[in-house]
């Protein structure tokens, strides 16, 4: 399913701009640290081709019509907590829309989400002057705390990371319109010129491509209910020897392709190797995708101490990439 976002920019927030602004950067508009506690999981679609979506490096970390950047939070846990949406730069706010639940939707709910032309959900419009806009999108019902008409500076608080409106997972779409038209803040270019164009960043600090996003992983004593994780299930960290079957480690990741390779490790305390399982992704896969590797027990007591798993990912052309998780057997 797919946020599609394009009708209710330009319906609910699209305001006629001016010449844009010269230098104006942006900062991270999400309370957290990247590839730690959130990750981009969809950058804009630069490919205007019908059936067809590239994101700004030529790979598909993207899909089709998408027009921002998407930052995911680990899950609905998270959600609940409360993780701040910042202004990405100083700017008057013009539009905000609340009200709009955060509940997991049915296909039906989705259609009718898509008809009323509310596919942000919650949202805001902030101007930076000179024909430059920022869009936020998806946030969290009743959290936001500004108006329009308000002045914001860069970093302040606007609400927080939600899931309301066309939104299968809690994350904040951010947008940038420049004289009407859409732009990457990755490369400063419009979506129309394509992949692989480059006019500078704007982004005032560093934000490294990432091909792919593993976003959580755990232990369990059978194999998980991964629905029921995706709603935010507690991870148990402390397990008791003797009292389990078997012993899973599991991992969810974002935009698997065809021919990734992916192996699951649990190391035992010892250092050993005490669980490996080697997978080649044989569908390419925009959503969450969750695997996992485990062991039967046969009776026997795990060793007390710390155990590590361990998800490395792989895909041809870029550097493997190792995530780790540990849990404590008492």
């Known amino acids: 399913m797919r946020i599609l976002l394009g009708v209710i920019l330009a319906s609910f927030f699209l305001m006629p701009c001016a010449q844009a602004q010269e230098g104006r950067k942006f900062?991270?508009?999400?309370?957290?640290?990247?590839?730690?506690?959130?990750?981009?999981?969809?950058?804009?679609?630069?490919?205007?081709?019908?059936?067809?979506?590239?994101?700004?490096?030529?790979?598909?970390?993207?899909?089709?019509?998408?027009?921002?950047t998407d930052f995911a939070i680990r899950s609905r846990v998270e959600m609940a907590v409360g993780v701040n949406v910042l202004a990405g730069a100083s700017g008057k706010v013009l539009r905000v829309r609340d009200g709009e639940n955060d509940a997991m939707k049915s296909e039906e709910q989705y259609e009718a989400i898509r008809a009323a032309n509310k596919d942000c959900g919650n949202g805001l419009l902030i101007d930076?002057?000179?024909?430059?806009?920022?869009?936020?999108?998806?946030?969290?019902?009743?959290?936001?705390?500004?108006?329009?008409?308000?002045?914001?500076?860069?970093?302040?608080?606007?609400?927080?990371?939600?899931?309301?409106?066309?939104?299968?997972?809690?994350?904040?779409h951010f947008a940038l319109i420049h004289k009407g038209a859409h732009i990457d803040p990755f490369t400063g270019v419009s979506l129309e010129q394509g992949c692989g164009k480059f006019e500078g960043s704007l982004w005032k600090d560093e934000l490294k491509y990432s091909p792919y996003a593993v976003f959580d992983g755990g232990f369990a004593e059978d194999v998980p209910d991964f629905e029921t994780i995706k709603r935010g299930a507690v991870h148990k960290q402390i397990f008791q020897s003797g009292a389990q079957d078997k012993l899973i480690y599991w991992s969810g990741f974002f935009h698997a392709e065809l021919g990734d390779e992916v192996r699951l490790e649990i190391i035992a305390p010892d250092g050993a190797l005490f669980v490996q399982r080697d997978i080649v992704i044989e569908k390419a896969r925009k959503r969450q995708n969750f695997y996992y590797a485990g062991r039967m027990l046969k009776g026997a007591a795990l060793e007390k101490g710390a155990y590590v798993g361990r998800t490395i990912y792989k895909r041809k052309g870029f550097e493997p990439r190792v995530y780790t998780h540990e849990m404590i057997v008492q």
């Open 128 to 172: 930076h002057g000179q024909g430059l806009q920022s869009f936020y999108c998806h946030l969290k019902n009743g959290s936001i705390i500004v108006k329009p008409g308000d002045v914001v500076e860069e970093g302040q608080v606007l609400g927080q990371v939600g899931q309301s409106g066309y939104s299968e997972f809690p994350h904040l």
């Open 27 to 68: 900062t991270l508009p999400i309370d957290c640290s990247l590839e730690q506690d959130c990750w981009v999981v969809n950058y804009v679609d630069v490919n205007v081709a019908e059936d067809a979506h590239q994101d700004f490096m030529c790979g598909h970390k993207t899909y089709e019509g998408h027009k921002g």
